[in-house]
């Protein structure tokens, strides 16, 4: 099926937002509409096939050519470093990638001082980077779960995560102290189907350049 575009999607909202973009340029897919637990689906008609896989493993099913296409947060991106073309900010999916702390922290806490500090986060080479550019020494506590608990229980003082509302902040007691990264949703190629799938990969990515180009920025 060498002739088929295959898209690697994040199952959930993400998979759902990216089906109402693609649509907007006539790429469609019936059976993904049908109640079942199918994780590869067809549009046999115009040669499409979607696969519906965990958002971080996105970016690797792209990379090894198992899609062509791919749609991932930046911050999968940021994490992984993995060998793709990014052509496209899809512009839905905003949130921000934080450093936070509890509320009693902050107030005698001046991040301008810190020199070695313990960080509880789902993003350890991220957040190491981000630490080593301001000359910070963090010791890292790779979690895959619900950071904020991390200083609930003193396993770490500070957390580095995705934030949207701070909802989840505010209601565990924590504030945020610096932004990282802005993030939103992002479109990624595999390299070598960019050359040996040129015109329609292009066409696609055009295409979608002109709705986004229509559609209103995203605003904090």
């Not at 905003?94 to 993003?123: F, G, H, M």
Request: proline residues 4%; glycine residues 4%; contains cysteine.
């Amino acid at each position: 099926m060498s002739d088929y575009i295959t898209f690697a999607l994040p199952k959930g909202r993400i998979l759902q937002d990216s089906m109402e973009l693609f649509a907007k340029i006539g790429i469609t897919c019936p059976e993904m509409e049908e109640k079942n637990r199918k994780l590869v689906f067809e549009n046999k008609e115009d040669k499409f096939r979607f696969m519906a896989v965990r958002a971080t493993d996105v970016p690797t099913y792209v990379e090894y050519g198992c899609a062509d296409i791919g749609v991932v947060g930046k911050d999968t991106l940021l994490e992984q470093m993995k060998d793709l073309y990014e052509p496209l900010d899809l512009n839905f999916g905003y949130c921000r990638l934080v450093v936070a702390e509890p509320k009693e922290l902050r107030e005698q806490d001046d991040p301008s001082n810190w020199s070695n500090i313990r960080v509880a986060t789902k993003y350890p080479n991220v957040t190491e980077k981000y630490f080593a550019s301001k000359g910070i020494q963090v010791e890292l506590i790779k979690l895959y779960g619900s950071i904020e608990l991390a200083p609930l229980v003193n396993l770490s003082e500070r957390i580095v995560d995705l934030v949207s509302t701070g909802a989840t902040l505010r209601d565990n007691g924590m504030v945020e102290v610096e932004t990282i990264a802005e993030i939103t949703t992002r479109l990624i190629v595999n390299r070598a189907s960019l050359k040996t799938k040129h015109e329609r990969i292009s066409k696609i990515i055009n295409d979608l350049e002109k709705v986004i180009g229509d559609t209103p920025k995203i605003s904090e």
